[in-house]
């Protein structure tokens, strides 16, 4: 009579283990759109504000004659700090899209990777939102111009340079809210792979 | 004859796990004191601003006399913005700081707060940063004017208040250093916790 014990099956396979809440490839993969996006509106705010030179005929004070004067971003140590920064976020966009991809491919050092992110974004987001205050408050003193220090406005007379100021400062605030959304994230990234 | 296979001894406990690289206890130690750093820069900033006001003999130029004039800080919307900012950072700071001692005596949702603390720290950083840039703008345009638009330096009348302002933005400065180094702590323990 043989034997009714059933033999172990060797060629079945364990059973899979349950799948993490976040796959790490999508959430690099939801990194890389984010960090074209970046790449997208720190090139767009960079542009919109170095294209905004106007010149206008205006009456200039010390020599009671009218003459063509320009505008132009270069004329305040707020704007060129706003493009200089812009620029460096551009650049940052570009090599941290790259790393990301590389993550993605590679497979290894996720966690590592993610808190580099983290750290790097965090400047990032500090030198973006410091220069947009900067450029803002210039450009609001440019709009409304202030009574009390006898400031004047310029807005009324060059209109298309402002524009390209009021362009230039929304697309960098987008850029800001990109940069807090990545920073949230890379670590809800790293928490996840706690739980 | 007897088996030589040797039985497995049943009494031996298995080694003890390797001790995480970061106590969680630790951790919100360190927390806690750079959030009352944080709490004391904040209140700081705000309280250099707020006595700043500076009253001097001015020529009113659409009056052709010479009277007092105050400078304060209300009659720029960058400063004012700045304190607003700067006392949400202080309420924050004083809130998180209370969180952060009640995550220590719990001792449990660990990860959670630390998470919450990253997204927290994240926006205020924004908002401190955004502000001191802004204030940092003005303050600029106040000490060394702008020739191309006209404004007119003021410092070199106002000294107490520009140096009030100029104390200020430094104390602001070191609080968005905190927020940044904050940020990090909560990250790193994150990532520790992983290893």
Sequence with gaps: MESTVPEPEKGVAPPPPPPPPTSPAG???YDIILRVLLFATTLVAVLVMVTSKQTEMT????????MP???KF???PA?????????VACLYSIISALASFLAMS???HH???LLHFIFMDTLILAIVVAATGSAGAVAYVGLKGNSHTGWTKICNVYDTFCRHLAGSLAVSLATAILLIMLIMLSSHSLYSKIR
Tied chains: 1, 2.
Excluded at 79 to 87: I, N, P, T
Aim: with cysteine; proline share 3%; net charge positive.
């Design 59 to 66: 009456l200039v004070p010390q020599l009671q004659i009218t």
């Design 69 to 71: 004067v320009d505008a």
């Design 74 to 76: 270069t004329q305040s």
């Design 79 to 87: 704007l060129v700090y706003f493009v200089a920064a812009l620029s």
């Design 106 to 108: 590679i497979r290894s």
């Design 27 to 29: 959430c690099f993969l």
């Design 111 to 113: 966690t590592k990777t």
